[in-house]
């Protein structure tokens, strides 16, 4: 593909610890073109998307921010017709489905994943398959004792996602507990998900799926490098022009 009809891309969190790293593979990539950047902590950069997007023609937002301003950001992508890849956690599955509705209504399209680490989709695949075959299953997400939002993105979108396949089997149901219910975690698309924020931790993703007799635990740990985030959120970026609505989980763009 030649330079003029590279992909033009906006980076939202552009002098971020993950978009930083992706904006210096967007400048050394033949196919994109990274045409504007979002910062409010940087002088050189655009101060919103909105004022970014209306400065300079783009074809894709990505979006490595935070909970507060993502839905935001996205959405206003979306009602100026770029599509938008989505690198920042803290959406619920109601939040997706009020973007998939816009998106469609402009006739773009939105690629998101609670983790752009290919290693991080392979979890993903596993546990729906594991969740076809094992009835029984928690999540536990760990991540910095920083993060604001909870549960990361990642770990919500493992759980809403089998919990495609079936609700897990409960031998005592949450609101039997005795004691305080809270302590049993939250429940996201029917799956028990359990928060742990501590120093040392970036974001870790365990499933732990039990049978009787027997465990099984699916589990990807991030390292203190955003290296392992750029390469799928090229492939996002790349795949997203010419979707229409959104798409959620790397997985999905490996067939």
Same mark, same amino acid.
């Given at each position: ?36 950047? &979002? ?20 074809? =894709?937002?990505?979006?490595? !921010? ?5 839905? %935001? ?34 006739? &773009? ?9 290919? !290693? ?8 729906? %398959?594991?969740?076809?075959?094992? %009835? ?11 993060? $604001?939002?909870? $549960?990361?993105? !990642? ?8 919990? %495609? ?6 031998? &005592? $149901? ?21 928060? =742990? ?10 499933? =732990? ?16 490098? $955003? ?5 799928? !959120? ?6 997203? &022009? ?14």
């Amino acid at each position: 593909m030649s330079r003029a009809a590279a992909i033009r891309v906006c980076v939202a969190g552009v002098t971020g610890w993950t978009g930083r790293a992706v904006a210096d593979a967007i400048r050394q990539a033949e196919d994109l073109e990274l045409v504007a950047g &979002v910062s409010r902590s940087d002088p050189a950069s655009y101060s919103s998307v909105a004022e970014a997007l209306d400065a300079v023609p783009a074809d =894709v937002l990505v979006d490595y !921010t935070h909970a507060a301003v993502v839905k %935001e950001n996205v959405a206003g992508a979306i009602e100026r017709r770029v599509n938008a890849v989505v690198g920042s956690s803290g959406l619920s599955a109601a939040d997706y489905d009020e973007l998939d509705a816009a998106a469609r209504a402009h006739g &773009v399209g939105v690629v998101a994943a609670g983790n752009f680490s290919l !290693t991080a989709a392979v979890l993903l695949r596993s546990a729906v %398959e594991a969740a076809r075959h094992l %009835e029984a299953w928690e999540v536990i997400d760990y991540a910095s004792a920083t993060k $604001p939002d909870a $549960p990361s993105g !990642t770990a919500r979108e493992v759980a809403e996602r089998v919990g %495609e396949v079936r609700s897990p089997a409960t031998a &005592v $149901p949450v609101e039997d507990v005795v004691g305080a219910r809270e302590a049993r975690g939250a429940t996201v698309a029917g799956s028990q998900v359990h928060s =742990v924020r501590l120093p040392s931790f970036v974001v870790s993703t365990e499933i =732990v799926f039990g049978a009787a007799g027997e465990r099984l635990s699916i589990r990807h740990d991030a390292g203190e490098s $955003p290296a392992p985030y750029v390469a799928g !959120t090229l492939l996002a970026i790349r795949a997203v &022009v010419g979707r229409i609505g959104v798409t959620r989980g790397l997985d999905r763009l490996l067939d």
